[in-house]
């Protein structure tokens, strides 16, 4: 078996095994990691009841009866979803017994076993100070309803680096970013998928990231990287607010009109009483234009607010006609270009 430290275990990984318990894993793990554990999340509090209150040999005794049983079953399991591969990357918390001992039954089955120095602890460490270091960021920007994250992935698709920080929060931003999205991640995972692609861009001349407020759903964004994202260079999408709502409308229309009614609860407390009714009334008439209209007097005004406090020198603003989102994307990134020249 040989030992990484976490930038070569990140940077060479193919096939990775977390044998941490589901608890452990649900919380926070290696964004493409496998959950093969050792122990369930009972036994894993049982082992560690014992050596609290008997000892150490007696937890590794009850830990060995568990999981001898296993064996089999798990080489089985892992030779199935290596599906041939022959090279694994494990890991546990500290990089201790559990994946250990695993490593060593693996390397007798003719696996090459790469484990993670310090484990994933040492990776919860590296995976903050990823989201500190200072990024060349370009802020893509605009008010609601300018389709800033078809731009981003346009922009994608176009060769130049992305940080699509609503895809790792698995939110759209907006009292009604929820529709269409499974349960957000753990604070602790959206911050390892952001440390991880922030990695993985390393040499990156510029870095593009939708302009966001601190949180996104219940997600917040490391202060560090927020903080170089509000004082960076920003491209403002100046769109027409027709466009704004066909866009909305493109969107959030195929929803069910109950589930817009409770997105709208949402922001009840700020929009106020007497507009919420409104605006209930509104999407419960099937009236959407009329309604996302009011949602977005409400989100414009907060927006730009925030865009006032930027360095008026760090905002370029961007006239947008229509919805094409692939000429957007050339559009901009030919307009950041002439301005750096």
Known sequence: MKWLDVDDFISKKTFVIDVRSPI???????????????????ERARIGTTYKQESKQEAIDLGLEIVGPKMATLVRKIREKAAGETDIYMYCFRGGMRSQSLAWLLEICGFHVNLLQDGYKAFRAWATEQCSKPYPLVVLGGLTGSAKTEILHAIQSRGESVIDLERFANHKGSAFGALGCTEQPTQVQFENRLGVALFELTDAQRIWVEDESRTIGHRIIPLHFWSQMRKTTVLFLERTIEDRLDHLISGYGAFPLEELCLCAEKIRKRFGPERTKELLFLIEQGSLRTAMMLVLKYYDKGYLHGLNKREVSDVYRVPVLGLNHEQVANDVITYLAERKN
Do not use: Q, R, T, V
Request: aromatic share 16%; net charge negative.
């Open 24 to 42: 452990e894993f649900d919380k926070g793990h290696i964004p493409s990691a496998w959950n093969l554990p050792l122990f369930s999340d009972e």
